[in-house]
């Protein structure tokens, strides 16, 4: 560690590593990460980029828990279009949109428990996980498929749901993004989104999901890099004390630890600054600083912990603050290992989980033309690929036409992005059935467009909605609502008449 800073006592470093969740490039624990858990750091957290496959992943966090046996070792999985243990082939489960359209509470308490089992199995004690946002502008660049849908009460039944069977399976849940993330067109990646409506607006709909998690026993919830002004018309939800203490915990009775969304997000790093942002959100009561999205080397996690230590002797954090933060994490950790103690055994399997297929089976919906169904033989399937968000990622594969053409040899295909689709998008679908795949049909104007000259040359063709179905159109209509692996295998097997 660096030199200690002049006013700083004996353990202050040690307490401000505590509360950093940093991340890491590699898919072995660095030299850095393994030092830093050996003086003080209690959590790191893994991205796709450090996951080859189950035996690696299981080997990194062995060599984790090596350096420190309580080590908090936190994972993004959604099991659904946000996958980081899957992210080379995409999630063998569907995700919470498919869970809600299905909408039995004890499938969504399976499907996560599934998870969770093989979470603990791979050495993870900390999920971030379940989105519990109400996805309730359809316009949403940033949630879309990662909520439960667009009904708070939906929502709320599902995250319980999911928190009772991740924890269940032996890891901690993490409900985010709150106070709610789902009313908004800006990503807080890139800006700072502003989430209306009076307060009796967000009883009704954004917090309903968060009270179900909190009664659930949620272990943590993720903050919002949100400007929520009728909670706090001045500082984002991360960095408010309005927020964090007297709703979170004096209003909803939340206990467990607070965890930031990525501190190097522009919503919150543009206004505050990257270690400004972070010593904030601990002033307010977050407990746990997740960073290494973005920035993920030593240099970073350095710049977080001297400022933290900093703001301490200067008065601006208050140390007892920093210690009550640094217990909670403890605390997670003193949880994570007795759940992991009393987790249920698990059998491998490389195919993924057969639990998340029959669920994702089961979210397959067939808006119009059912009778048209399965396909008279080999298709040409076009592709309309959206651009990506960087948190769902550009590693994950996805689409329709692989999982087709096993089923139905002599499947062909063409994918086309904005700016790449021809003036005759169904070239080469002459004399076999045609299918169009599309995600968020209705949030992209070029997409539309495409599909519009497409249907007017083949009135025939089947339409796939692998993202929110707001727009049904075409005389066949499928929507598996994911575009996870599960629900192209399932969307896939219905064309081909295989179930």
Same mark, same amino acid.
Request: charged share 20%; aromatic share 4%.
């Given at each position: 560690?660096?030199?200690?800073?002049?006013?700083?006592?004996?353990?202050?470093?040690?307490?401000?590593?505590?509360?950093?969740?940093?991340?890491?490039?590699?898919?072995?624990?660095?030299?850095?990460?393994?030092?830093?858990?050996?003086?003080?750091?209690?959590?790191?957290?893994?991205?796709?980029?450090?996951?080859?496959?189950?035996?690696?992943?299981?080997?990194?966090?062995?060599?984790?828990?090596?350096?420190?046996?309580?080590?908090?070792?936190?994972?993004?999985?959604?099991?659904?279009?946000?996958?980081?243990?899957?992210?080379?082939?995409?999630?063998?489960?569907?995700?919470?949109?498919?869970?809600?359209?299905?909408?039995?509470?004890?499938?969504?308490?399976?499907?996560?428990?599934?998870?969770?089992?093989?979470?603990?199995?791979?050495?993870?004690?900390?999920?971030?996980?379940?989105?519990?946002?109400?996805?309730?502008?359809?316009?949403?660049?940033?949630?879309?498929?990662?909520?439960?849908?667009?009904?708070?009460?939906?929502?709320?039944?599902?995250?319980?749901?999911?928190?009772?069977?991740?924890?269940?399976?032996?890891?901690?849940?993490?409900?985010?993004?709150?106070?709610?993330?789902?009313?908004?067109?800006?990503?807080?990646?890139?800006?700072?989104?502003?989430?209306?409506?009076?307060?009796?607006?967000?009883?009704?709909?954004?917090?309903?999901?968060?009270?179900?998690?909190?009664?659930?026993?949620?272990?943590?919830?993720?903050?919002?890099?949100?400007?929520?002004?009728?909670?706090?018309?001045?500082?984002?939800?991360?960095?408010?004390?309005?927020?964090?203490?007297?709703?979170?915990?004096?209003?909803?009775?939340?206990?467990?630890?607070?965890?930031?969304?990525?501190?190097?997000?522009?919503?919150?790093?543009?206004?505050?600054?990257?270690?400004?942002?972070?010593?904030?959100?601990?002033?307010?009561?977050?407990?746990?600083?997740?960073?290494?999205?973005?920035?993920?080397?030593?240099?970073?996690?350095?710049?977080?912990?001297?400022?933290?230590?900093?703001?301490?002797?200067?008065? =601006? *954090?208050?140390?007892?603050? +920093?210690?009550?933060? !640094?217990?909670?994490?403890?605390?997670?950790? /003193?949880?994570? &290992? $007795? %759940?992991?103690?009393?987790?249920?055994?698990?059998?491998?399997?490389?195919?993924?989980?057969?639990?998340?297929?029959?669920?994702?089976?089961?979210?397959?919906?067939?808006?119009?033309?059912?009778?048209?169904?399965?396909?008279?033989?080999?298709?040409?399937?076009?592709?309309?690929?959206?651009?990506?968000?960087?948190?769902?990622?550009?590693?994950?594969?996805?689409?329709?036409?692989?999982?087709?053409?096993?089923?139905?040899?002599?499947?062909?295909?063409?994918?086309?992005?904005?700016?790449?689709?021809?003036?005759?998008?169904?070239?080469?679908?002459?004399?076999?059935?045609?299918?169009?795949?599309?995600?968020?049909?209705?949030?992209?104007?070029?997409?539309?467009?495409?599909?519009?000259?497409?249907?007017?040359?083949?009135?025939?063709?089947?339409?796939? =909605? *692998?993202?929110?179905?707001? +727009?049904?159109?075409? !005389?066949?209509?499928?929507?598996?609502?994911? /575009?996870?692996? &599960? $629900? %192209?295998?399932?969307?896939?097997?219905?064309?081909?008449?295989?179930?």
């Amino acid at each position: 560690m660096s030199e200690r800073i002049v006013g700083a006592s004996p353990d202050l470093a040690a307490l401000a590593a505590a509360v950093l969740q940093p991340g890491f490039v590699g898919t072995a624990p660095p030299d850095w990460v393994c030092r830093w858990l050996g003086e003080g750091l209690g959590s790191v957290v893994l991205f796709a980029r450090n996951v080859v496959d189950h035996d690696q992943l299981a080997a990194l966090t062995a060599a984790l828990r090596a350096e420190r046996p309580d080590v908090v070792v936190a994972i993004d999985e959604e099991a659904g279009d946000v996958t980081r243990i899957e992210s080379a082939r995409g999630s063998s489960r569907p995700g919470n949109f498919a869970l809600g359209a299905v909408d039995d509470e004890r499938l969504t308490e399976e499907v996560a428990r599934d998870l969770g089992v093989e979470l603990a199995d791979l050495g993870v004690t900390l999920d971030y996980a379940p989105d519990a946002d109400v996805n309730s502008n359809p316009a949403n660049p940033v949630i879309g498929v990662r909520s439960f849908g667009p009904d708070p009460a939906l929502v709320a039944r599902h995250t319980a749901a999911w928190v009772r069977g991740l924890q269940a399976g032996g890891v901690a849940a993490c409900a985010k993004h709150f106070p709610g993330h789902g009313d908004t067109r800006v990503d807080s990646h890139h800006d700072l989104p502003r989430i209306g409506g009076d307060r009796a607006r967000l009883d009704a709909v954004e917090l309903a999901p968060f009270r179900a998690a909190v009664a659930a026993g949620v272990q943590a919830v993720m903050t919002g890099h949100l400007l929520v002004p009728a909670l706090d018309p001045e500082l984002p939800a991360t960095l408010s004390p309005r927020i964090l203490g007297g709703l979170l915990r004096d209003e909803l009775g939340f206990h467990g630890v607070v965890v930031t969304d990525a501190v190097e997000m522009r919503a919150v790093a543009d206004r505050y600054g990257f270690t400004g942002a972070a010593v904030r959100a601990l002033a307010a009561g977050a407990d746990a600083i997740c960073v290494g999205g973005e920035r993920a080397i030593e240099a970073d996690a350095v710049q977080l912990r001297d400022a933290i230590v900093a703001a301490v002797v200067a008065g =601006e *954090l208050p140390e007892e603050r +920093l210690a009550e933060a !640094a217990k909670r994490v403890g605390q997670l950790a /003193a949880w994570s &290992a $007795a %759940a992991r103690a009393d987790r249920p055994a698990r059998i491998r399997n490389d195919d993924g989980s057969a639990v998340g297929l029959a669920a994702a089976r089961r979210a397959v919906h067939v808006a119009a033309g059912a009778g048209r169904l399965p396909l008279a033989g080999p298709a040409h399937v076009v592709e309309f690929a959206p651009p990506r968000n960087i948190a769902i990622g550009e590693e994950t594969p996805w689409g329709l036409a692989a999982p087709l053409a096993d089923l139905v040899p002599g499947t062909s295909a063409a994918r086309y992005a904005e700016g790449e689709v021809p003036a005759d998008p169904v070239a080469g679908s002459a004399g076999r059935p045609l299918v169009l795949v599309v995600r968020d049909l209705h949030r992209h104007d070029w997409m539309r467009a495409a599909v519009t000259r497409a249907l007017a040359a083949r009135p025939d063709a089947v339409v796939v =909605e *692998l993202g929110v179905p707001v +727009l049904v159109t075409g !005389a066949v209509h499928l929507a598996t609502h994911g /575009a996870t692996r &599960a $629900a %192209a295998q399932a969307a896939a097997e219905l064309l081909a008449g295989a179930r």
